[in-house]
């Protein structure tokens, strides 16, 4: 299984981006997917995933204003579009992927395979 995180960048605040995440070896169709972040001197932290389970996307309380997570099951790709970024959001973003029907995904110890991360710095 290999996953590629592309689109990070430095942006301005109040600016936006899209991080793609690309997965080879496993289907989307039926894979959880998730978007995490981890900040310098942070623990790792969950914004939004992809449940095959039932189908829905969960955001994290907060990260559903400005974060959405999207899928392309046809290319094996999922998007997180962000906007109205700020300082605070400076992160590596990792998309992060297991397969079969597990009852979460929002928890970074449910996922079997990770990229290497995308490194987003919002500064002015």
């Known amino acids: 299984v290999h996953i590629v995180e592309s689109g990070g960048a430095l942006v301005q605040p109040g600016g936006s981006l899209r991080l793609t995440c690309v997965i080879s070896?496993?289907?989307?169709?039926?894979?959880?997917v998730g978007w995490f972040r981890q900040a310098p001197g942070k623990e790792r932290e969950a914004i939004s995933c992809h449940k095959t389970r039932d189908g829905n996307t969960y955001y994290v309380v907060g990260m559903k204003d400005r974060f959405t997570l999207s899928r392309d099951s046809g290319n094996n790709t999922v998007y997180l579009q962000m906007k109205d970024l700020k300082p605070d959001d400076t992160a590596i973003y990792y998309c992060?992927?297991?397969?079969?029907?597990?009852?979460?995904?929002?928890?970074?110890?449910?996922?079997?395979?990770w990229g290497q991360g995308a490194q987003v710095t919002v500064s002015s």
């Open positions: 070896g496993v289907s989307l169709a039926t894979s959880a």
């Open positions: 992060a992927a297991y397969p079969g029907y597990g009852s979460g995904c929002l928890r970074a110890h449910e996922y079997d395979y």
